[in-house]
Nanobody
Framework: QVQLVESGGGLVQAGVSLRLSCVAS????????MAWFRQAPGKERAFVAG????????DYSGSVKGRFTISRDNAKNTVYLQMNSLKPEDTAVYYC??????????????WGQGTQVTVSS
């Protein structure tokens, strides 16, 4: 089992930056791919960014390419999402996920509880 805990969300103005963190515990020796999803009110949970265990491959949704960066520090069992130039449409609960494959689908084994990001104009 793997437990994931997100942090770093908050209420910010449009145009600023935030960095989200997700710390894993439990069976962290497994070489999981990690991903970030988000869910806005009234919408489905959607893929944002993902990375392989080594960081050699990353993937981003079209709406965040060029603004968000996913990275990980396996020694700290932590994955990050650096979010720049935030827009009101980025407002959502952000979840991290872990699984055996890097994919844009929601087919991941483990999920965090989510952290709220609110961006105002």
């Amino acid at each position: 089992q793997v437990q994931l805990v997100e942090s770093g969300g908050g209420l910010v103005q449009a145009g600023v930056s935030l960095r989200l963190s997700c710390v894993a515990s439990g069976r962290t020796s497994s070489r999981y791919a990690m991903a970030w999803f988000r869910q806005a009110p009234g919408k489905e949970r959607a893929f944002v960014a993902g990375t392989t265990w080594s960081g050699s491959r990353t993937d981003y949704s079209g709406s965040v390419k060029g603004r968000f960066t996913i990275s990980r520090d396996n020694a700290k069992n932590t994955v990050y999402l650096q979010m720049n130039s935030l827009k009101p449409e980025d407002t959502a609960v952000y979840y991290c996920a872990a699984g055996p494959e890097l994919a844009s689908s929601r087919n991941y084994n483990y999920w965090g509880q989510g952290t709220q990001v609110t961006v105002s104009s």
